[in-house]
Structure formats: structure tokens, C-alpha cells
T-cell receptor, first 111, second 113 residues
Framework: GQQLNQSPQSMFIQEGEDVSMNCTSS?????WLWYKQDPGEGPVLLIA?????ELTSNGRLTAQFGITRKDSFLNISASIPSDVGIYFC???????????FGKGTKLSVKP | NAGVMQNPRHLVRRRGQEARLRCSPM?????VYWYRQLPEEGLKFMVY????????ESGMPKERFSAEFPKEGPSILRIQQVVRGDSAAYFC???????????FGSGTRLTVV
């Protein structure tokens, strides 16, 4: 089935550093979403992107919807310990359809 | 994840038993989605339901799995004659429809022994 390629698989960074992760697809999506999942919990929506080329910020998080509609990136600036978790990208074709998830980027932050 | 309630949080079943997973969507949400997550993997879509209707079940295994979202009460994901490979976290999400994002529940962790 359809897959999203998310990289890197894991990151170990120092507190205060910036983080960047991305997702690519062989197919076009109309919506890109970024989620964070803490252990034992469900994913929580961080940022939603609806237009090609759109750049959206949410506090220290910035995400962009690629111009080709086949990719997206998420940046986290000045990381803090509570940023630890698994970050997932997800693509959606229609406004009500199912989401296709990447395999996740596991972020570890050293204080 | 306040609002989308899933129960039980943990469920242990022996091979061959039935598992019933419940999901109560957020108030006012009439769209429900079920996803499965294996360890170290992303979530995989299973089924999309609106009240009393299955809209898209393209991700559901053809056998042993069924889902419903009745007019009254929670959505139910039912797995008959469970096998070890069914062990996973099952997440429900709800939305009000239209161009709004999903809200996920905290999941049910199914372990088949």
C-alpha cells in the first residue's frame, strides 16, 4: 500500500539544538499533518498544512507543505526535554478521508 | 486527547477468543476512524464510519474483523478468533467532518497470549 518515507528514523540531540525531519511520498496529497505521540498515548496534532507551498508555525514548530505536494518538513527550534517523543507525518487526499502515516521519527533530547 | 474515549486501555485475550474495543467520539463528532499501530510503526488505517454507515473499510482485514457505529452508543471494533498477530495498539479518532483534523483517543493495547 501507499507509504510515506519519513527521516530520520531517530535523533539524539542536545537541549537547545534545532531539529529537522521530513517526509516524502510518491503520490500527491491535499493535506499534510504532523503529529507527536508520547508513550502509551494517541497521536496529538501539532500542525496541519492545506496548501502547496504553505509555511505554518506553532510556537517553536514550523512546518512546510512542499510545492510538489509530495513532501513536507517539520522544524523544532531550541529543543527542550519535553520535546521527547515520536513525531509522525501523515498525508490525506480528501478532507474526510483516511490518513497515511510515516513510520515516525523518535526524538531524544539530552539536558 | 481529552474527548475521544477508548476502553478498555489494555485488553488481554487468549488465542481464539473475541476482542471488543469501544470508542466514544468527541461530542458533536459524527465521523469515526479506526487505526492499528504495531510496535515501532506508524498508524495504519482500518475503517472509516459515520453513524450507522461504513464509509471506507479498505484497510480492514477481510476476515474476523468488523466495525460498527450505531445510532446510539459507541463505535465498536470487533475481532473474532484472535491470533497473536492481532496484538497491537488500536486507535480511534473522531472528527466533525469537513476540513477539520482528527482527534485521537489514547488507544486500546490488545495482547493475545
Amino acid at each position: 500500500g501507499q507509504q510515506l518515507n519519513q527521516s530520520p528514523q531517530s535523533m539524539f540531540i542536545q537541549e537547545g539544538e534545532d531539529v529537522s525531519m521530513n517526509c516524502t511520498s510518491s503520490s500527491i496529497f491535499n493535506t499534510w499533518l504532523w503529529y507527536k505521540q508520547d508513550p502509551g498515548e494517541g497521536p496529538v496534532l501539532l500542525i496541519a498544512l492545506y496548501k502547496a507551498g504553505e509555511l505554518t508555525s506553532n510556537g517553536r514548530l514550523t512546518a512546510q507543505f512542499g510545492i510538489t505536494r509530495k513532501d513536507s518538513f517539520l522544524n523544532i527550534s531550541a529543543s527542550i526535554p519535553s520535546d521527547v517523543g515520536i513525531y509522525f507525518c501523515a498525508g490525506q487526499r480528501g478532507s474526510q478521508g483516511n490518513l497515511i502515516f510515516g513510520k515516525g521519527t523518535k526524538l531524544s533530547v539530552k539536558p | 486527547n481529552a474527548g475521544v474515549m477508548q476502553n478498555p486501555r489494555h485488553l488481554v485475550r487468549r488465542r481464539g477468543q473475541e476482542a471488543r474495543l469501544r470508542c466514544s467520539p468527541m461530542k458533536g463528532h459524527s465521523h469515526v476512524y479506526w487505526y492499528r499501530q504495531l510496535p515501532e510503526e506508524g498508524l495504519k488505517f482500518m475503517v472509516y464510519l459515520q453513524k450507522e454507515n461504513i464509509i471506507d473499510e479498505s484497510g480492514m482485514p477481510k476476515e474476523r474483523f468488523s466495525a460498527e457505529f450505531p445510532k446510539e452508543g459507541p463505535s465498536i471494533l470487533r475481532i473474532q478468533q484472535v491470533v497473536r498477530g492481532d496484538s497491537a495498539a488500536y486507535f480511534c479518532a473522531s472528527s466533525p467532518g469537513g476540513d477539520y483534523g482528527y482527534t485521537f483517543g489514547s488507544g486500546t493495547r490488545l495482547t493475545v497470549v
